[in-house]
């Protein structure tokens, strides 16, 4: 179990699905955001939630190293990630995590698990749609299906409110915004924290879906069995 699992005891004999929570932060507001996406999904019965935090200091010459954490993700039904919002990019700790997942992207070996994604920045936009495109990509790259925010816009309106759910009105992944001057017992808004929540609990209840319903087998290649189906349906 990953030494930065701050609830590694999670899985028990009755959940049948495991929800994973990856995030990098630098001042904290991200890893509030992740908590509360991950409360939401714990609270869905059967669901074993790990939180996992991505560290500067498992990165060694630009590369991210972590074999622990890499098990858990290869074992996860659901797999959400997050990160500040840096330069309009994802931040460089989580771009070194997405890049030591060529390993799992060669096998395949997270083809089919569900993905969502959530950034963090200071502006109310800041850019950090680019972060999420990021995230979704990746998601897809690595063959995963990707979930959105499910909730209807807040805050655009003349009766709306801070706090009011979806207030940054973001479908592709959650957005969160906090001030700068502020500290991560100010992250966001109410109505950011609450957003976080429903969607934890969306993917989780997305995933018992997705893993409970009926059979379907991944079927999985390498390079060279991908490049050998080509050929074989190529017409001469
Ligand atoms: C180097 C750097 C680059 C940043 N770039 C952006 C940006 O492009 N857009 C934005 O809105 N905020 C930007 N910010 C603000 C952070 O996204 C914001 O402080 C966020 O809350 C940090 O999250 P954390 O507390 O999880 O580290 C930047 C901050 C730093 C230090």
Redesign the pocket.
């Known amino acids: 179990m990953p030494v930065n699992d701050a609830h590694p005891g999670d899985d028990g004999p009755t959940d049948t699905v495991t929800v994973t929570v990856v995030?990098?932060?630098?001042?904290?507001?991200?890893?509030?955001?992740a908590e509360h996406i991950a409360d939401g999904a714990r609270l869905v019965p059967g669901t074993g939630v790990h939180l996992v935090e991505i560290r500067a200091e498992d990165v060694t010459a630009g590369r991210w190293h972590d074999a622990a954490v890499l098990a858990l993700l290869e074992r996860s039904d659901a797999v959400v990630f997050g990160?500040?919002?840096?330069?309009?990019?994802a931040?460089a700790v989580l771009k070194a995590f997405m890049e030591a997942a060529f390993t799992p992207f060669v096998s395949q070996a997270w083809k089919d698990k569900l993905a969502g994604g959530f950034?963090?920045?200071?502006?109310?936009?800041?850019?950090?749609l680019s972060v999420l495109e990021q995230l979704a990509v990746f998601a897809a790259q690595m063959g995963m299906q990707w979930i959105g925010v499910g909730d209807m816009p807040g805050n655009n309106w003349s009766g709306g409110h801070r706090d009011d759910i979806n207030r940054l009105g973001s479908w592709l992944g959650l957005m969160?915004?906090?001030h700068?001057d502020l500290d991560?017992a100010h992250?966001g808004s109410r109505g950011d924290l609450i957003t976080a929540e429903r969607y934890g609990d969306r993917i989780a209840r997305l995933t018992h879906r997705w893993a409970n319903a009926a059979p379907y087998e991944t079927s999985r290649m390498t390079e060279l069995e991908a490049r050998a189906l080509s050929a074989s349906l190529r017409v001469s």
Do not use: E, F, N
């Open positions: 995030y990098h932060s630098v001042h904290g507001h991200t890893r509030v955001l990160c500040p919002t840096l330069m309009g990019s931040s950034t963090m920045s200071a502006s109310q936009s800041g850019d950090k969160s915004q906090s700068t991560h992250t």
